[in-house]
Antibody, heavy 124, light 107 residues
């Protein structure tokens, strides 16, 4: 079955970096777009970034542009989110999620399968 | 950026009731709306895609409607297991945005 397993979360000081991983299995990793979505404590969901099926298109929410970078290792079927210059407001549970489509040229149809999430806490 | 406004923020229902949750978009987004359910400490579950299409494995007690700016999720014959938060998502334009959520409590 389709499975996404996030890891890499933890407690980090403001200004430092962290890299999240999302191990994917049960589907063709290079056929679907992928997303990172976060949820701050007690808050709703916030979309963070999107990666098209071939990596040709990547979008980020304005608040993380220039600080976060999404990438993948096809051989490991793993998605990454490199987070630099972290701020307190980046504290959240981070979910990776598979899109129902390729997200070709950035046209996506929304997430169908989500991981269990990994928690990032930015605090001094 | 498209803002999605969900209402009500909280709804209480009795088993067997029917509940509707509204999601209003700040601009026309065709039928590019999905619905999700999330229980505390769990990942969201995909319920409805393209405003009206039931996701695989979701019982037909769940239904979606709407087009353009006004959308709704309706849950019929509510069961105790339906207690959760419900979110709408628009994927019409970047950045993708979610509604702020509706908490469904079962009496």
């Amino acid at each position: 079955q389709v499975q996404l397993v996030e890891s890499g979360g933890g407690v980090v000081q403001p200004g430092r970096s962290l890299r999240l991983s999302c191990a994917a299995s049960g589907f063709s990793f290079t056929t679907y777009g992928m997303h990172w979505v976060r949820q701050a404590p007690g808050k709703g969901l916030e979309w963070v970034a999107m990666f098209s099926f071939n990596g040709g298109t990547t979008y980020y929410v304005d608040s993380v542009k220039g600080r976060f970078t999404m990438s993948r290792d096809i051989s490991k079927t793993t998605l990454y989110l490199q987070m630099n210059n972290l701020r307190a407001e980046d504290s959240a549970v981070y979910y990776c999620a598979k899109d129902t489509s390729r997200c070709n040229s950035g046209t996506c149809y929304g997430m169908d399968v989500w991981g269990q999430g990994t928690t990032v806490t930015v605090s001094s | 950026e498209t803002t999605l406004t969900q209402s009500p923020a909280f709804v209480s229902a009795t088993p067997g009731d029917r509940v509707s949750i509204s999601c209003t978009a700040s601009q026309d987004i065709d039928d590019d709306v999905n619905w999700y359910r999330q229980k505390p400490g769990e990942a969201p579950v995909f319920l409805i895609q393209e405003a009206t299409t039931l996701a695989p494995g979701i019982p037909p007690r769940f239904s979606g409607s709407g087009y353009g700016t006004d959308f709704a999720l309706t849950i019929s014959n509510i069961e105790s297991e339906d207690a959760a938060y419900y979110f709408c998502l628009q994927h019409d334009n970047n950045p993708f945005t979610f509604g702020q959520g509706t908490k469904l409590e079962i009496k």
